[in-house]
């Protein structure tokens, strides 16, 4: 039962990131302009937007890290940093008009399939409801912050956030300083915060594998000839991209090749840390790989400095004013702030999305979310995803995997919009032997075992990663 008209339309994008931006751009090219996107902040640029944390930066070079058909000559950074990004994607939409096609402050809540009319009936937390044809979730994989529970942290009287959601309003100058977590955001703004605090202690459960960071500045000769030189930006781009997907092999079936980067790693180390205690305590104690492998340059350095501390016991309590560890010391602080990742295998969480017959997608999701390349899934018709379960790549740009899903679902929208079908469905038994491939080929690769993270549901399932080459994906 709809309780008021809805607003209709032929296709309905959630998300405003690179997904829902890319696909708008190529809707728009395709002369498809019945769609909608519904985001739930108040401007483009899904994690690039929530993401602005000092020194936020990507670990993929940024002529890569963009779309092919919309490139950037003007880089400042060969590793674009977030404010660049950001104002990259929200460029993208004014040059393509898709602010008459965005819905700002639109979070959905409710996706339900209606078999009588063959449309997708959307409710968002703001009372809107909008009826489809097509519904695309663009959310991507990592939108969920995760915060571990830690014992007594509702008795700490201090201030505490995720560095996804950094309080742009608190002035750590002068503060005592936790960072919990040594992940990739916090390995970023550990050296931007580090000269501001008096004190800062870095909690660690686990040590990362951290790379030198091949970064530069592109001068302005160098950006006038990616502009005007036909061709030199596209030669640039494909040899990072060659550079890139050859890095798949020591992930996936060569795992010998992952030798050579550890001793990129050991002697970066080396020369970073001079203290071989310290340099002992941030030596990783699992399979390089199965985990993500950072890059940095002043991470290290940063851990030096006289006001950090480098903590390795375990969290034994929170009190209202510091953490104690296990062996009793405690540390005095008026911030805590979580470096701890995102909830990476929730897939499309907290939304409820109903397909045919009433099916639940959480239900049946709940051995580990699955699709048929990551796009669509069974009993839920002109449904796509994109970044969706087992899509993610370790190796390349996923900005590359998201170009070709979107390629994927323009060819299914274009025959929709045409009506010459009425609706698009993968067959179970097709996504099941899809997957069941998917995770044997998995089990071969790096990531199955030697460590935990979040490639890994609870039960040991990578729902995350892309077991193959980039070339091979749909």
Request: charged share 20%.
């Amino acid at each position: 039962m709809i309780d008021r008209d809805p607003a209709k339309t032929r296709i309905l994008i959630i998300g405003a990131g690179f997904g829902g931006i890319g696909l708008g751009i190529k809707l728009k090219k395709a002369g498809l302009d019945d769609f909608i996107i519904l985001e739930k902040s108040d401007s483009v640029g899904g994690v690039w937007r929530e993401n602005r944390y000092p020194g936020a930066a990507c670990d993929v070079p940024s002529h890569l890290y963009s779309f092919s058909f919309e490139p950037r000559a003007d880089w400042p950074h060969k590793y674009a940093q977030q404010p660049d990004i950001l104002d990259y994607l929200m460029c993208c939409a004014r040059k393509h008009n898709l602010a008459p096609h965005i819905r700002f402050g639109a979070e959905v809540t409710e996706a339900r399939w209606d078999e009588a009319s063959s449309r997708w009936i959307v409710r968002t937390g703001n009372g809107q409801i909008v009826e489809a044809q097509s519904l695309i979730a663009a959310t991507g994989q990592l939108n969920r912050p995760l915060r571990p529970q830690l014992p007594g942290l509702n008795n700490f009287s201090g201030t505490v956030f995720h560095s996804a959601e950094w309080r742009q309003d608190y002035d750590l100058s002068g503060k005592r300083v936790a960072f919990i977590g040594t992940g990739a955001s916090v390995i970023q703004f550990v050296p931007a915060i580090a000269p501001r605090v008096s004190q800062l202690y870095v909690f660690q459960r686990s040590a990362a594998y951290v790379l030198a960071k091949r970064d530069k500045t592109y001068p302005r000769w160098q950006q006038f000839v990616f502009a005007r030189i036909p061709g030199v930006l596209k030669l640039s781009r494909l040899l990072i991209y060659i550079r890139h997907e050859m890095r798949a092999f020591a992930f996936i079936s060569m795992r010998a090749a992952m030798t050579g980067k550890r001793q990129l790693f050991l002697r970066h180390l080396a020369r970073s840390v001079e203290n071989p205690q310290l340099r002992k305590r941030l030596m990783p104690n699992y399979r390089m790989g199965c985990k993500r492998i950072l890059l940095s340059n002043d991470f290290y350095p940063a851990m030096q400095r006289g006001n950090v501390e480098l903590v390795t016991q375990p969290i034994k309590d929170i009190r209202s004013d510091a953490i104690v560890t296990a062996d009793g010391t405690e540390r005095k602080l008026d911030c805590i702030i979580f470096g701890t990742g995102f909830a990476a295998s929730d897939f499309l969480v907290p939304m409820k999305i109903t397909g045919r017959n009433g099916q639940d997608l959480q239900q049946a999701w709940r051995g580990g979310a699955q699709a048929h390349l990551g796009m669509t899934v069974a009993g839920f018709p002109n449904f796509f995803m994109l970044y969706g379960p087992n899509t993610n790549l370790a190796h390349n740009s996923i900005v590359y995997m998201i170009e070709n899903q979107i390629r994927y679902v323009m060819a299914c929208l274009a025959r929709l919009c045409r009506d010459e079908i009425r609706t698009i469905e993968i067959k179970k038994d097709i996504q099941d032997r899809f997957n069941a491939d998917i995770q044997q080929r998995l089990r071969k690769t790096i990531w199955s075992r030697g460590c935990t993270s979040w490639y890994l549901t609870a039960e040991g399932k990578n729902t995350a990663n892309w077991p193959a080459t980039r070339s091979n994906t749909a």
